[in-house]
């Protein structure tokens, strides 16, 4: 039940270093610490472990910024949200992990890549195109803790202010990783192992979440984008190597 130390070490630097992208930028910790956790400890163990953090997390950071979320399109997001998560708890389950590892990676380096490179994409005038975004969100989160990226560039694409694309974020990641934890739990995913590293991470989660919020007040955010993006394109190469 219990980790090595080194590998204990490993987990809990890991969780506070997402928990603190996530406080200083308001997302990223899902997608920085699935790929480093997975290639020590494994996806089985990795996904439900971010999931429950991730969730932590969330609910921390949207109780200083609920009043700011767009209603309208969260509810969209996270219906369409909840109609992928079935579908990614199979794909997780079912398909292979280096097939798995090869999604993830790609991920990774596409949206590291999109962030980078800021292609002009078209404004979406229309709120119903949350829900493809928010299907293609369900899917990602619930296979790989990784529902962020649609949900940012529908955002981007919608022209939200900084405000409510924090906030709005906040309360999807809320409801969406609710319903990512409680689908890890019926599949059996929070074993002991598990339950006992999310635990043992709480004091990191919480340090790394109060140096967040200090950096936030200190760092130029896209600055600090851009290097988590950097970062994300290396660990996606990372992940697509045999």
Known sequence: MTAPLTELVYVLLVVGAGAFIRAAVGFGDDLL???????????????PLVGIVS?????????TSWRSVNLAASWRLIAASA????????????VDEWMMHVVLGGVLI?????????????????????FPFGLVAGI????????????????????????????????????????IAAGHA???????????LTLLTLPALALGMLAGIAAQ??????????????????????????
């Open 33 to 47: 610490a699935m790929p480093l956790l997975a290639l020590v400890i494994g996806l089985q163990i990795a996904t």
């Open 55 to 63: 969730l932590l997390v969330t609910i921390v950071l949207l109780a």
């Open 83 to 94: 109609l992928g998560a079935p579908v990614g708890l199979w794909v997780f389950i079912h």
């Open 110 to 130: 596409g949206y590291g890549a999109y962030n980078l490179l800021r292609p002009g994409l078209p404004p979406l005038h229309n709120e119903r195109w949350a």
């Open 140 to 179: 990602l989160g619930s296979a790989y803790n990784t529902s962020g990226p649609p949900v940012i560039i529908y955002g981007t694409m919608r022209r939200w202010s900084p405000e409510v694309f924090r906030a709005t974020l906040q309360g999807f990641f809320l409801v969406n990783g609710m319903m």
């Open 186 to 196: 019926v599949a059996g995913l929070w074993t002991a192992q598990v339950l006992w």
């Open 217 to 242: 007040r200190r760092i130029s955010p896209d600055a600090f984008s851009r290097v988590v993006f950097v970062l994300l394109i290396v660990l996606g190469g990372i992940f697509l190597l045999p």
